[in-house]
């Protein structure tokens, strides 16, 4: 497929996935039915951690554990007594369980109280001449696993240092960063360029980048989220992750080109 026409394609899926109706099912209803900046901030965080398996499940779980958490999740974060946390030590989400929600939960505090929050944290990673979000994502991995964890919870947050593609992260600076008129994505935290963006990577988009000759690589990692994104950069410069709509879409609800 020729440049032209691919940028067609996928300009075309990216309109047609990048819109409201997407929200419903999709993880991004969780931090959508909030509007309190840090509430966004939190559920969209707790949602992207659980955003692997069956979409409906992480929905459903993801809501359930903003119930838990009384449907505050900032007030919770920073106020949660013995009782509240004893709430939310039942959840479980695949491998995520309670004791990972319980050092999620006193990390997000430590990083609202001593780290001004978690855009500060990314923002601080960034490095001008980078072209990415890799050490920014590196950096928040090291201030979160500040809090005292068992091992077994550090599992739950991506290194990209170590190979990871770090789709979760990816999708949430995504919700958080990118800035459109179309009610899907945020756009909360202005001091990230949406450019630094790297496209989620999973199994689905995988699939269907490689078909469409976007992306070479066989193994799903971070050296194959930079080829996917270096790729993406050449339809837009200034905002590469919006094809992520194209090519999630496209792989998830199976749709010939």
Same mark, same amino acid.
């Given at each position: 497929?020729?440049?032209?026409?691919?940028?067609?394609?996928?300009?075309?899926?990216?309109?047609?996935?990048?819109?409201? +109706?997407?929200?419903?099912?999709? =993880?991004?209803?969780?931090?959508?039915?909030?509007?309190?900046?840090?509430?966004?901030?939190?559920?969209?965080?707790?949602?992207?951690?659980?955003?692997?398996?069956?979409?409906?499940?992480?929905?459903? /779980?993801?809501?359930?554990?903003?119930?838990?958490?009384?449907?505050?999740?900032?007030?919770?974060?920073? /106020?949660?007594?013995?009782?509240?946390?004893?709430?939310?030590?039942?959840?479980?989400?695949?491998?995520?369980?309670?004791?990972? %929600?319980?050092?999620?939960? +006193?990390?997000?505090?430590?990083?609202?109280?001593?780290?001004?929050?978690?855009?500060?944290?990314? !923002?601080?990673?960034?490095?001008?001449?980078? $072209?990415?979000?890799? !050490?920014?994502? %590196?950096?928040?991995?090291?201030?979160?696993?500040?809090? $005292?964890?068992?091992?077994?919870?550090?599992?739950?947050?991506?290194?990209?240092?170590?190979?990871?593609?770090?789709?979760?992260?990816?999708?949430?600076?995504?919700?958080?960063?990118?800035?459109?008129?179309?009610?899907?994505?945020?756009?909360?935290?202005?001091?990230?360029?949406?450019?630094?963006? %790297? %496209?989620?990577?999973?199994?689905?988009?995988?699939?269907?980048?490689?078909?469409?000759?976007?992306?070479?690589?066989?193994? /799903?990692?971070?050296?194959?989220?930079?080829?996917?994104?270096?790729?993406?950069?050449?339809?837009? =410069?200034?905002?590469?992750?919006?094809?992520?709509?194209?090519?999630?879409?496209?792989?998830?609800?199976?749709?010939?080109?």
């Amino acid at each position: 497929m020729e440049i032209p026409e691919l940028k067609f394609l996928l300009d075309e899926k990216t309109n047609l996935y990048n819109r409201p +109706e997407f929200i419903t099912g999709d =993880p991004v209803s969780i931090p959508r039915s909030f509007t309190f900046r840090e509430d966004i901030e939190i559920s969209g965080f707790m949602a992207a951690t659980i955003a692997w398996g069956q979409r409906t499940t992480i929905v459903r /779980n993801g809501f359930r554990l903003m119930e838990m958490m009384g449907n505050t999740p900032y007030d919770f974060v920073m /106020n949660a007594g013995p009782s509240d946390l004893k709430r939310v030590s039942g959840f479980v989400h695949r491998t995520f369980n309670g004791d990972d %929600c319980l050092f999620f939960i +006193e990390s997000l505090r430590n990083i609202y109280l001593n780290h001004g929050g978690p855009e500060a944290v990314f !923002r601080a990673g960034i490095r001008q001449d980078e $072209p990415d979000v890799y !050490r920014a994502i %590196c950096h928040f991995r090291q201030v979160f696993l500040e809090s $005292p964890h068992l091992d077994r919870s550090a599992k739950h947050l991506a290194n990209p240092a170590a190979g990871s593609t770090a789709k979760r992260i990816n999708m949430f600076l995504r919700w958080m960063v990118r800035k459109d008129d179309q009610g899907v994505d945020f756009g909360l935290w202005n001091s990230i360029s949406p450019s630094l963006l %790297c %496209c989620p990577l999973d199994v689905h988009s995988g699939n269907t980048a490689r078909k469409l000759g976007l992306l070479k690589r066989k193994q /799903n990692d971070w050296k194959a989220v930079v080829e996917l994104t270096n790729n993406l950069r050449m339809f837009d =410069p200034d905002d590469p992750a919006r094809y992520d709509f194209a090519l999630f879409g496209m792989g998830v609800f199976n749709v010939k080109r």
